[in-house]
C-alpha cells in the first residue's frame, strides 16, 4: 500500500504537471497487471514530446520506436518499453546501444541506470505500477 501512495504521488507530482489526465485513469493504469502498448506508447509520449493520444500510437510505429509485430492492445514488454522511453526522451546510452539501438541493450541501460529495478527479465510484461516508476525515473533524469 505504501508503495502504491509513493508511486501515485511520484506520479502526480512529475507527470501531472506536464499533462492533465483524470485521476481515474491514472488509478486504472496503477491497478493494471500488465499495461498495453498503446498505453505505454499514450503516456510516455504524453510526458516526453506533448504527442496527442489519437496521434502517439502512430508516431511511435513511424518512428520504429516499436516492435514490428506490436498492436496496440498486445501487453508491452520491458524490453520494448525501454527502448520507447529511452527513444522518447533521447537518452543515450553506452556504447552497445548507441551501435544497435536495440531492444536487448535499451533494457541494459535502463537496467544499469536503475530505471528498472529488481529482479526482471526483458520478455517480462509491465505493471502499471512498475510503468509508473519507470516513467517518473526518466521524467525526473529529463529534468536534471
Known amino acids: 500500500m505504501k508503495r502504491k501512495l509513493l508511486t501515485t504521488f511520484l506520479f502526480l507530482a512529475f507527470l ?33 514530446l506533448d504527442i496527442p493520444r489519437n496521434q502517439a500510437f502512430a ?24 527502448l520507447l522511453v529511452m527513444k522518447a526522451f533521447d537518452i543515450k546510452g553506452g556504447m552497445m546501444y548507441r551501435i544497435t539501438g536495440s531492444r536487448r541493450y535499451a533494457f541494459r541501460e535502463m537496467k544499469y541506470r536503475d530505471f528498472i529495478t529488481g529482479r ?8 502499471g505500477e512498475q510503468f509508473l516508476q519507470i516513467l517518473s525515473t526518466a521524467i525526473m533524469e529529463n529534468e536534471q
Open 16 to 48: 501531472l504537471p506536464a499533462f492533465s489526465q483524470n485521476a481515474a485513469e491514472i488509478e486504472n493504469i496503477l491497478d493494471t497487471k500488465e499495461i498495453t502498448f498503446e498505453q505505454a506508447v499514450y503516456f510516455t509520449l504524453a510526458a516526453a
Open 59 to 82: 508516431h511511435a510505429v513511424q518512428n520504429g520506436w516499436l516492435p514490428k509485430a506490436a498492436r496496440s492492445t498486445n501487453p508491452i514488454t520491458l524490453s520494448s518499453l525501454s
Open 120 to 127: 526482471v527479465y526483458p520478455n517480462q510484461k509491465v505493471s
